[in-house]
């Protein structure tokens, strides 16, 4: 389940996008003030709901463990299971978790040179920073915050600039959670990230050909126009959606040693939205 649990990351990001794309096709139709201050007043929403949420969402229990509060570590994986059958199984991968960190504790002292002190830790953090950097470089976000600059280069306008916009949010989320939920954990991670970055690449030469020769309000081909719209939309919502979106998070969460795992995984984040 590890590929569904984290995977929700993009299904998530993908989420905000749905709601946002939604929320300004919707206030388009607006007169006033209230075109934009809505927009605003709606993202002040999922802030509070995060903020409160903080107070409430439990610490890591081998952070807990780490710190010596190993009864507050207990109760929280106790909580997690969240069923008095499990009981054996929560006790025996506590005290698993409770021997790995004083091991780890014993031989090791986590560090930031820790990333590169070998070269199979140095490829590691190479492979993950890679992966987040070239989720960017697929184009993903130029794509997601031009579409209706996109859109209208090809024909399209008045309000259905932001329908499809808001059609190939929602595509993107329904086919994001179908692969992390019945695809990803049985095919692995390198062979989405291959079929991807190939769809991507395709979709976007043919885009780009269809917007040289036929693009504008003074085109006569209607239909290398709309098939330069349906290959943006194939071209995020698809291929994207199966790759490097939802992979990009997971593969990173999987390939460093538990000790450096959160510093490996925050450097591989933070290489992503460095380059965005």
């Keep these: ?48 709901m995060l903020l409160l949420g903080m107070f409430v969402l439990p610490f890591s229990p081998r952070w807990l463990i780490a710190q010596g509060r190993e009864d507050e570590a207990f109760a929280v994986v106790q909580r997690l299971h969240g069923n008095v059958k499990n009981a054996e199984f929560t006790k025996l991968e506590f005290a698993e978790m409770v021997e790995q960190i004083k091991y780890e504790k014993a031989n090791y002292q986590t560090k930031f040179s820790d990333l590169w002190e070998s070269k199979a830790m140095l490829r590691r953090t190479l492979t993950g920073m890679a992966v987040q950097i070239c989720c960017q470089f697929t184009g993903i976000n130029v794509s997601a915050y031009f579409q209706p600059t996109l859109y209208r280069a090809l024909g399209l306008s008045g309000p259905k600039v932001l329908m499809i916009t808001g059609i190939n949010g929602a595509l993107g989320v329904i086919v994001t959670g179908v692969f992390i939920t019945f695809i990803l954990d049985r095919v692995g991670r390198k062979p989405p990230l291959i079929f991807g970055a190939i769809g991507m690449a395709i979709c976007l030469a043919i885009e780009a050909a269809i917007n040289a020769k036929w693009g504008g309000d003074h085109s006569t081909n209607k239909a290398a126009q709309q098939a330069g719209i349906a290959f943006i939309i194939i071209f995020g919502s698809l291929f994207f959606s199966v790759s490097f979106g939802p992979v990009s998070w997971v593969y990173q969460s999987e390939i460093f040693p538990m000790r450096i795992r959160a510093l490996g995984t925050a450097v591989c984040t933070c290489s992503n939205w460095a380059t965005k």
Aim: proline fraction near 4%; glycine fraction near 12%; charge should be positive.
């Design 1 to 48: 389940m590890r590929g569904l649990l984290t995977g929700l990351t993009q299904w998530m990001i993908g989420l905000g996008f749905l709601v946002a794309n939604w929320v300004g096709y919707g206030c388009q139709f607006l007169k006033n003030d209230a075109q934009w201050r809505i927009p605003l007043a709606i993202q002040i929403v999922p802030a509070v």
